[in-house]
């Protein structure tokens, strides 16, 4: 998870005693996580840029709205695996190719086999949210910057 500031505190930037609704502290929890999401794509730097395509797993994947979030603040497409729940997947397809790479088997080809993503759960960035969103993510870098020296 990242940043990696282990003592670090909550905030909720921007709230105000006539924005503090359920729904604007449910959103802003998510939208938190997902900034941490995009900055921990950004450390990736090199290795990340180009990327096409985020496969989001896990429980909050199965959320339409988290999907669209993501979408939107990475400026990237998202897509889920038919199976959301996809670490054990993961590690079995690493101990198969273990076992099979003396036969000349390859990650890639087991994964193509065994791995299948879900048409119905594509989330594509809307250029609208993407922008409102881009100028929230530099507020977000700013708040990190301040508090902890990043």
Known sequence: RV?????????????????????????????GATFGLRYGLEL????????????LIGGGAKSPVWRQMVADIT????ICPEITDAA???AAIQAAWCDLQPEGVSLA????????????????????RVAAYE??????????????SL
Request: hydrophobic fraction near 40%; charged fraction near 15%.
């Open 88 to 90: 054990a997947l993961g």
């Open 135 to 148: 100028g929230a993510y530099q507020r977000y870098l700013a708040a990190l910057g301040q508090r902890h």
């Open 3 to 31: 940043p990696m500031l282990p003592d670090a505190t909550g905030d909720f930037l921007g709230l105000t005693s006539l924005n503090m609704t359920q729904a604007n502290l449910c959103r802003g929890v998510m939208e």
């Open 109 to 128: 080809s087991l994964c193509e086999r065994l791995v299948h993503l879900d048409a119905a759960s594509l989330a594509e960035p809307d250029a609208e």
């Open 75 to 78: 400026n990237t497409q998202v």
């Open 44 to 55: 990736l730097g090199e290795l990340a840029a180009g990327t096409s395509q985020i496969r």
